[in-house]
C-alpha cells in the first residue's frame, strides 16, 4: 500500500502562488506563454518564469529618461566644453547602471560621441520599466548606425566575423583595437 504523500514545507505556498500568478496572466495568454513547457520546470522555478512575464507584461513603457526621479535631463551635448564632458559622462553612466541599463560596445566612441548617444537615442526611447532586480537591459552602442561594421572590426569574435562573411557574402573590415577602452559596468551575469 503506498502512504499519502505530505506536502513539503512552502509547497503549499509555492501551489497557491502558481495558482495566483496564472490567474494574473489570464488576460495576457497566448500563443508565446502556451509554447514554453513549465510542466517540467520544478514549481518554484516555474513560478519565478511566471513572474517574470507577468512583470513584463504590466510593465510600463516609458521613455527612459522618465525611469528616473527627477527625471534625468542631462544637459545637451553641444552646451559641453570638453573639461566637464568626461564627469558628467560618467555621472550618467553610473545613473544608467542603477537602473539597469548596461552599454555594449561602445569603446569605438569618444566620450562626446558616447555621450551624445546616450542623450540622442538612449534616454529618449521608449522601453518597458521592468523593476523586478534580476534583469538588465542592454544597449547596443555599435549597433546604433544600423552598420555592422562597426561590431565586426571591433568586437566581433573571429568565429563570428566568418559566419557573418559567409551568411552576407560580403568582405570583413579589417579588425582592430577600439581606440576608447572604457571599464564600463557590466551585467554582473
Not at 513539503?8 to 502562488?17: A, D, K, N, S, Y
Not at 527612459?64 to 551635448?77: L, S, T, V
Not at 537602473?99 to 546616450?118: A, C, M, N, P, Q
Request: hydrophobic fraction near 35%; proline fraction near 11%.
Amino acid at each position: 500500500m503506498v502512504s499519502p504523500r505530505h506536502p513539503r514545507r512552502g509547497e503549499v505556498e509555492e501551489i497557491l502562488r502558481n495558482a495566483e500568478l496564472r490567474d494574473e496572466l489570464e488576460p495576457y495568454y497566448d500563443e508565446s506563454i502556451s509554447r514554453v513547457e513549465v510542466q517540467h520546470l520544478p514549481l518554484a522555478v516555474e513560478n519565478e518564469y511566471l513572474a517574470s512575464m507577468l512583470a513584463w507584461e504590466t510593465a510600463p513603457v516609458l521613455p527612459i529618461y522618465k525611469w528616473f526621479e527627477p527625471e534625468m535631463r542631462p544637459p545637451r551635448p553641444d552646451m559641453l566644453k570638453d573639461d566637464d564632458l568626461h564627469e558628467i559622462l560618467w555621472d550618467v553612466i553610473r545613473r544608467l547602471y542603477e537602473k539597469r541599463i548596461v552599454l555594449d560596445f561602445g569603446d569605438h566612441l569618444s566620450d562626446r560621441e558616447l555621450y551624445t548617444l546616450i542623450y540622442r537615442d538612449i534616454l529618449p526611447s521608449r522601453e518597458k520599466k521592468i523593476d523586478c532586480g534580476t534583469n538588465y537591459l542592454h544597449w547596443d552602442c555599435a549597433g546604433a548606425s544600423g552598420d555592422p561594421e562597426v561590431w565586426l572590426r571591433y568586437y566581433a569574435s573571429e568565429e563570428e566575423r566568418q559566419a557573418w562573411a559567409e551568411a552576407y557574402r560580403q568582405p570583413l573590415p579589417p579588425t582592430g583595437v577600439p581606440p576608447h577602452p572604457r571599464q564600463m559596468p557590466q551585467d554582473p551575469l
